[in-house]
């Protein structure tokens, strides 16, 4: 249902954008968003976005994460600027339809000091 890419190694300082690809159209979702799991802590919300239009971020990451979509694509991503050892982690794409949940496979993204 979701296909996450982009992760990699970037230096602390550097940037990386994810995607999610969807198995349907963007709009058939009534809240989208990306988590993170760093290593030995739970999953946290990293950013959330509603139907609304609205992205509301956690605190540690406004200002230089950006969440977007691409309806023609089907497809949601995930900027990352400014990036800190900090936010070393798997990301996952979290897609809610009704009460139901799907997550992505998560990609691993590090990041150097």
């Known amino acids: 249902q979701l296909v996450e890419s982009g992760g990699g190694l970037v230096q602390a300082g550097g940037s990386l954008r994810l995607s999610c690809a969807l198995s349907?159209?963007?709009?058939?979702?009534?809240?989208m968003g990306w988590y993170r799991q760093a290593p030995g802590k739970e999953r946290e919300l990293v950013v959330m976005?509603?139907?609304?239009?609205?992205?509301d971020y956690v605190d540690p990451v406004k200002g230089r994460f950006a969440f977007s979509t691409d309806a023609a694509k089907n497809t949601v991503y995930l900027v990352m600027n400014r990036l800190k050892p900090e936010d070393t982690g798997v990301y996952y794409c979290?897609?809610?339809?009704?009460?139901?949940?799907?997550w992505g496979q998560g990609t691993l993204v590090t990041v150097s000091s």
């Open positions: 976005f509603t139907s609304a239009g609205r992205a």
């Open positions: 349907e159209s963007i709009y058939a979702f009534d809240v």
């Open positions: 979290n897609a809610q339809q009704g009460s139901t949940n799907y």
